[in-house]
Structures are given as C-alpha cells and as structure tokens.
C-alpha cells in the first residue's frame, strides 16, 4: 500500500445489516457509542459519519477521517475495535469491506 505519513486519511467501512435490519444494527452502532469511543481511544481522530445507502436498505457506510495513517493504523490494532466489531457482528449479514483514501489537499497527488 502506498502509505501517506503526514497526509489525513479517510478510512470507509461498508457494511450490511442481515435483511431488513438495518434500523437494528444503526441502534446497536449508537447505544454502544461507537464513534466516542473511536474518539477516546485514539487522539488521532478527527470526524465522522455515519451513512445511510438510498439505494440499499440493508447498507450503511462509516466514514472516518484521521491526522494520519498511523492514527487509522492505531484505529486497527486497538482492542476497543475488536470489542465493537465482536458486538456488532451478530446484526451483520456479512464481513464489512474497508477501504482507506489519502485525502488530497490541492490539485496534485499526496507524495509518499
């Protein structure tokens, strides 16, 4: 992966709720605080948010922003992120698929 080491980066989970379920899994991701204890784990995150697909009705994204790569990398190996994803795993009809995006500041590519 070509890793951006002072660029904020944006990290993308797409994940869908078992059938017609997905008002059950957004409940579960709030009540449980997910994205504060995102917050209060890692000093490293900025912002985010949570999507709802409008072509999908089981889709949801959840979008992260991060100072940098290393703060998303804590993200990754922190127990906090096991806890929520064991949590939540029961409301899932499958594995969320990630995606991770070095966020470009003006016309040119992110340097390495």
Same mark, same amino acid.
Do not use: Y
């Given at each position: ?5 002072s660029t904020c980066v944006r990290s993308t989970l797409t994940a869908k709720s078992m059938p017609r *379920?997905?008002? !059950?899994?957004?409940?579960? /991701?709030? *009540? +449980?605080? #997910? ?9 490293? /995150? ?6 709802? %697909?409008?072509?999908?009705? =089981?889709?949801?994204?959840? %979008? #992260?922003? &991060? +100072? =940098?790569? $290393?703060?998303? !990398?804590? &993200?990754?190996?922190?127990? #906090? +992120?096991?806890?929520? @994803?064991?949590?939540l795993a029961p409301l899932l009809a499958c594995a969320p698929v990630g995606q991770l995006f070095a #966020?470009?500041?003006? $016309? @040119?590519?992110?340097?390495?």
């Amino acid at each position: 992966m070509n890793e951006h080491p002072s660029t904020c980066v944006r990290s993308t989970l797409t994940a869908k709720s078992m059938p017609r *379920q997905r008002e !059950q899994l957004l409940a579960a /991701f709030f *009540q +449980r605080r #997910v994205l504060q204890e995102c917050q209060e784990a890692i000093p490293g /995150f900025l912002s985010a948010e949570v999507l709802l %697909s409008l072509t999908d009705a =089981d889709e949801l994204q959840i %979008s #992260v922003l &991060w +100072r =940098d790569h $290393a703060a998303w !990398q804590a &993200w990754q190996d922190s127990a #906090v +992120r096991l806890q929520q @994803a064991q949590h939540l795993a029961p409301l899932l009809a499958c594995a969320p698929v990630g995606q991770l995006f070095a #966020v470009a500041t003006d $016309a @040119a590519e992110p340097k390495a």
